[in-house]
């Protein structure tokens, strides 16, 4: 069983930066795809940024440019760094490790932007 544990999240201005971890138990993580997703309350759960076990990444239109998904498998850890942060990215933002077609969730970190 994967488990995996989100770190980072919290309240910051407009253009300001945040960076968040999830550390993954278990010794599968090199071979996972790990991706970012957000959700606002009433809204479905969006993917914000991927990268293959091989370290192509891959992001929404929204943060292209503003946000950087990396990932340091000796860790079991994947990053999240969101520069020039806006108040639409307020949103709770859940790990994902997709492995053998099974997806495995954190339980989530809350990312507030003031205006």
């Known amino acids: 069983q994967v488990q995996l544990v989100e770190s980072g999240g919290g309240l910051v201005q407009a253009g300001g930066s945040l960076r968040l971890s999830c550390v993954a138990s278990?010794?599968?993580?090199?071979?996972?795809?790990m991706a970012w997703y957000r959700q606002v309350p009433g809204n479905q759960r969006v993917l914000v940024a991927r990268?293959?076990?091989?370290?192509?990444?891959d992001y929404a239109s929204s943060v292209k440019g503003r946000f950087t998904i990396s990932r340091d498998n000796a860790k079991n850890t994947v990053y999240l760094q969101m520069n020039t942060l806006k108040p639409e990215d307020t949103a709770v933002y859940y790990c994902n490790l997709l492995l053998l077609g099974n997806p495995y969730w954190g339980q989530g970190t809350q990312v507030t932007v003031s205006s």
């Open positions: 990268i293959s076990s091989g370290g192509a990444t």
């Open positions: 278990g010794s599968t993580f090199s071979i996972a795809r």
